[in-house]
C-alpha cells in the first residue's frame, strides 16, 4: 500500500492558514489578508485539483 505524504509547500501553506486563523500578522489590514494567505489558499487549491486527476 502506498501512503501518501503531503508535499512541503502544502504543509506550510496549511501552517499559514492556521497562524492567520487565531493571529493577525502586521501585513494583514482591518479588510484584507496579507499576500501569505493568498498564495497559501492558491497552492491548497492547486494541490487538491491535482489530486483529483
Known sequence: ???RRMPHL???AWYVLE????H?????????WCPDVR???TRIT???RY???
Not at 497562524?19 to 487565531?22: A, D, K, Q, V
Not at 493577525?24 to 484584507?32: E, F, I, L, S, V
Open 24 to 32: 493577525r500578522c502586521p501585513h494583514c489590514t482591518a479588510n484584507d
Open 51 to 53: 489530486r483529483q486527476q
Open 10 to 12: 502544502i504543509q506550510h
Open 19 to 22: 497562524y492567520h486563523r487565531h
Open 46 to 48: 492547486a494541490w487538491r
Open 1 to 3: 500500500m502506498r501512503t
Open 39 to 41: 498564495v497559501a489558499r
